[in-house]
């Protein structure tokens, strides 16, 4: 292997790169597919654009419902209406994800192009190599789907002919950059800069600086003419900065001490070495191209929370393109070394095989592999099939209210209402309230997303928070939404609905339920268990506050977080002159100690991409047994 490494020539790498390519298409997009399969797919933004694409691809273009607004009150992207004919061939959130996969992967070419020009065949091959195999690239591709990620694509090719100084296909392919999101001109500006540092004419300098800060404000001007709030609702997360972009600007400089305090954070460091280790450091000793990403880094980190996100999401875009840049100039700049080449040519092999097995190491220990063969086994598919079951139960042209696990699935439909949404009773960043049409035909509730919305904004906003059981009950009262369908904690109400309903929960004020299994247990002093019932396949837990209770509390029976009153009557709402009866349907928990329990916790992203629960506290206030 390593004397067929020493010998590649240039025929072999173009054979050898469409080869790369293949398996790359061929390993992120089987992940796709898995995850699009068993329901992995739940932070939003696949739903998003899905129902964006399918409205535009009517002629409603940029329509959707699951923001109250047109998406250009979101986002500015217009390169959107480009691809439209693409997923019109089939309306479906895979030919997303298929595109967004064929994107990444063709940006092998520009990048061939580049190396060609400054590196040998085996150098090119290694960039090639950390660019496709890259745990960050695989975690763009593998985050749902956007619009960021094909920029990979164009700023390849606005560099490459920046490098050639061809200064019209340059042109080209920034402004084709610019289509893709209104941030993209944060990486377009820099350009401009590094122009100047390599002593560049004036139209390279001027050029990307001015298109870019134009199309910048543009962009603004048109987001904020769609948007519901009258403006670009994200900068709310620039609000320490100031109220709109000048002041923003004015403000770096004028509170420039806290500033550098955002900047100079342990977090912040993490995320530079982060992506340096994914390139085995080589970007360190040319980092001047680096220059390219600095303005989208500061974007970043001015708004996020350090961590993850960064590596695991489609923020790594720029990243992962410049990063690339930087790793083939380095590269050139240690074969200009006399002292490096004298190492080289002693030690090739050695150094062949360590940056082999870094590269192996890197890729398994951040790499999607290991978590993707995991996944796999501890798959529940028996509820994949239940899932599917529920959306049989909903036609493709009528209107639905679900929440993050089925929203992807049912987002090639004209309306689409987020649960979440509708639980707060608020829009995205609380720029107004979230109405649901009259017309609206099903919801389909997953419980578990109720104990997801307690772990996601018990503490971030409580007022709306607690308000949320009460916006579910008055949502089915006045849509007349009846429960149709109950099965292994899922729900679907159909509107208008006149058969059989189950019965989540009943309320006995002042007075004694006939209970059949009498079992009085205090569970820590705030609730009473009073016993239980069974009738075939439902069992009922009958409860009494013993005081006022100010939180949510749920039960883990079996392992499995339930939500009391299924998030209808949660305990905040209970009274001391109640005893609640709450009914489980096909639940087994015969035999099994039902512990009542305290949560906090929150979402983090998983090795493939796909959003997880995660419980930080959990503590048990009191046990009881069902026999």
């Known amino acids: 292997m390593i004397k067929y490494f020493r010998t590649i020539d240039w025929l072999k790498l173009a054979k050898l790169t469409w080869i790369l390519m293949a398996i790359y298409i061929a390993f992120t997009f089987s992940i796709c597919l898995f995850k699009y399969f068993t329901f992995l797919y739940h932070a939003m933004d696949l739903a998003i654009f899905n129902q964006v694409f399918y409205n535009s691809s009517l002629g409603n273009f940029f329509h959707f419902t699951i923001h109250p607004t047109s998406y250009l009150g979101d986002h500015f992207k217009p390169l959107i209406l480009f691809l439209i004919p693409f997923y019109s061939l089939y309306k479906s959130p895979l030919v997303l994800l298929f595109l967004q996969t064929i994107f990444i992967t063709l940006a092998a070419i520009p990048l061939f192009l580049i190396c060609k020009n400054h590196l040998s065949p085996l150098q090119s091959l290694l960039v090639i190599l950390l660019y496709l195999f890259n745990p960050v690239t695989m975690d763009i591709n593998l985050f749902e789907f956007h619009m960021l990620p094909l920029a990979i694509f164009f700023l390849f090719y606005a560099y490459y002919f920046y490098d050639q100084n061809k200064f019209k296909p340059f042109i080209i392919f920034i402004l084709l950059s610019l289509l893709i999101r209104e941030d993209i001109p944060l990486a377009i500006f820099m350009f401009g800069i590094l122009a100047i540092i390599e002593r560049k004419k004036l139209k390279w300098i001027l050029s990307p600086m001015i298109l870019s800060a134009i199309y910048f404000l543009l962009a603004l001007k048109i987001i904020a003419h769609f948007s519901t709030s009258g403006s670009y609702k994200f900068f709310v997360n620039y609000s320490w900065l100031g109220n709109n972009p000048l002041e923003m600007i004015e403000n770096v400089f004028i509170k420039f001490p806290e500033v550098l305090q955002k900047i100079m954070i342990i977090q912040n460091l993490e995320i530079v070495l982060g992506f340096f280790m994914v390139f085995l450091f080589i970007p360190l000793y040319r980092p001047k191209n680096l220059l390219l990403c600095l303005g989208y880094f500061l974007g970043i980190i001015f708004i996020l929370k350090p961590g993850d996100i960064v590596f695991k999401t489609h923020y790594a875009t720029v990243f992962i393109a410049v990063f690339c840049?930087?790793?083939?100039?380095?590269?050139?700049?240690?074969?200009?070394?006399?002292?490096?080449m004298n190492f080289y040519e002693k030690s090739?092999?050695?150094?062949?095989?360590?940056?082999?097995?870094?590269?192996?190491?890197?890729?398994?220990?951040?790499?999607?592999?290991?978590?993707?063969?995991?996944?796999?086994?501890?798959?529940?598919?028996?509820?994949?099939?239940?899932?599917?079951?529920?959306?049989?139960?909903?036609?493709?042209?009528?209107?639905?209210?679900?929440?993050?696990?089925?929203?992807?699935?049912?987002?090639?439909?004209?309306?689409?209402?987020?649960?979440?949404?509708?639980?707060?009773?608020?829009?995205?960043?609380?720029?107004?309230?979230?109405?649901?049409?009259?017309?609206?035909?099903?919801?389909?509730?997953?419980?578990?997303?109720?104990?997801?919305?307690?772990?996601?904004?018990?503490?971030?906003?409580?007022?709306?928070?607690?308000?949320?059981?009460?916006?579910?009950?008055?949502?089915?009262?006045?849509?007349?939404?009846?429960?149709?369908?109950?099965?292994?904690?899922?729900?679907?109400?159909?509107?208008?609905?006149?058969?059989?309903?189950?019965?989540?929960?009943?309320?006995?004020?002042?007075?004694?339920?006939?209970?059949?299994?009498?079992?009085?247990?205090s569970l820590g002093g705030k609730i009473k268990f009073l016993g239980y019932n069974k009738e075939g396949d439902k069992i009922s837990l009958f409860f009494k506050p013993l005081q006022k209770i100010d939180k949510n509390y749920f039960l883990k029976i079996n392992g499995v977080i339930q939500t009391l009153g299924y998030g209808l009557y949660p305990t905040s709402e209970w009274q001391t002159n109640q005893i609640i009866q709450i009914n489980f349907y096909d639940m087994p928990i015969i035999n099994d100690n039902i512990l009542l329990i305290d949560i906090m916790g929150g979402f983090e992203l998983t090795g493939v991409g796909s959003i997880k629960k995660i419980i930080d506290t959990e503590k048990i206030l009191g046990e009881f047994a069902v026999i």
């Open 325 to 340: 840049l930087s790793t083939i100039f380095s590269i050139k700049a240690l074969s200009s070394s006399r002292k490096f």
């Open 348 to 521: 090739k092999d050695v150094l062949i095989i360590v940056l082999i097995s870094a590269f192996i190491y890197i890729f398994l220990t951040l790499g999607p592999l290991l978590p993707f063969i995991k996944i796999i086994f501890i798959t529940d598919y028996e509820k994949v099939k239940l899932r599917n079951e529920f959306i049989e139960q909903i036609p493709e042209s009528d209107s639905v209210i679900t929440g993050y696990d089925f929203l992807t699935y049912l987002s090639s439909r004209k309306k689409l209402y987020a649960l979440n949404y509708v639980f707060l009773g608020r829009q995205q960043y609380n720029v107004g309230d979230y109405i649901v049409p009259n017309d609206t035909q099903y919801l389909l509730v997953d419980f578990n997303d109720i104990t997801g919305f307690h772990l996601q904004y018990q503490n971030t906003v409580p007022t709306y928070y607690y308000e949320g059981d009460n916006n579910l009950k008055k949502l089915l009262r006045e849509k007349n939404l009846h429960l149709k369908m109950l099965k292994n904690n899922i729900a679907l109400w159909q509107k208008d609905y006149n058969g059989a309903e189950p019965v989540l929960y009943e309320i006995y004020e002042n007075r004694l339920p006939d209970i059949k299994t009498p079992q009085e247990t």
